[in-house]
């Protein structure tokens, strides 16, 4: 059989190819999990945030219309 040095580079190459792009394949998978977890986490403050401005809207709706300078602090 013939020696074919440009084949075994070439099959060497499409190995090292294959490993790297099953490294990135759970690069990605990783990268899409915490994407997913950092988006749960934003929605999660955002909610936390409208909540508190709807509290602090009712808070501010309860206060008298005018206040005069003496009755501030």
């Known amino acids: 059989m013939l020696y074919h040095p440009i084949l075994d580079q070439v099959a060497e190459r ?8 099953e490294e ?20 999660s403050l955002k909610s936390r945030l409208n ?8 808070l501010l709706e309860r206060l008298p219309e ?3 300078e003496k009755d501030l602090p």
Do not use: K
Not at 24 to 43: D, G, P, S
Not at 51 to 58: L, T
């Open 66 to 68: 005018s206040l005069s």
């Open 24 to 43: 990135l394949q759970r690069t990605n998978a990783l990268l899409t999990e915490q994407l997913e977890a950092l988006t749960q986490e934003r929605n």
């Open 14 to 21: 499409v190995e090292r190819l294959l490993l790297r792009h």
């Open 51 to 58: 909540a508190a401005r709807a509290r602090v809207d009712a």
